[in-house]
């Protein structure tokens, strides 16, 4: 299985991308899914994640309230809604998939609980 991950670019702040995760090779929809994001010279970071079979999902407080992760198992794709972007969201964003998923909820925001990881698509929010 891989992830392929689309939809960053650049925008303006306050503005919205979509984000897409889709699984080749195999099915998602059996993991748990989440993303990440790195900016320039920081570490990875957690940003969203969503149990398997479209569950329960979990948001970091940095972006609560402005992301919403969602997944559609029919089509093993996850997305990532953002809305009023900033600055402070740019970064490369991963998506990744726990397998077999962890069913401790705490150990989603966690890098080490993921084992396949996507390429990466930059968003970029200008100050």
């Known amino acids: 299985v891989q992830l392929q991950a689309s939809g960053g670019g650049l925008v303006q702040a306050g503005g919205s991308l979509r984000l897409s995760c889709t699984a080749s090779g195999g099915t998602s929809s059996t993991y748990n899914m989440a993303w990440f994001r790195q900016a320039p010279g920081k570490e990875r970071e957690f940003v969203a994640a969503i149990r398997a079979g479209g569950g329960s999902a979990y948001h970091a407080d940095s972006v609560k309230g402005r992301f919403a992760i969602s997944r559609h198992n029919a089509k093993n794709t996850v997305y990532l809604q953002m809305n009023s972007l900033k600055p402070e969201d740019t970064a490369v964003y991963y998506c990744?998939?726990?397998?077999?998923?962890?069913?401790?909820?705490?150990?989603?925001?966690?890098?080490?609980?993921?084992?396949?990881w996507g390429q990466g698509t930059q968003v970029t929010v200008p100050a």
């Open positions: 990744a998939a726990d397998r077999p998923p962890t069913a401790v909820y705490s150990a989603l925001a966690t890098e080490t609980v993921y084992d396949l």
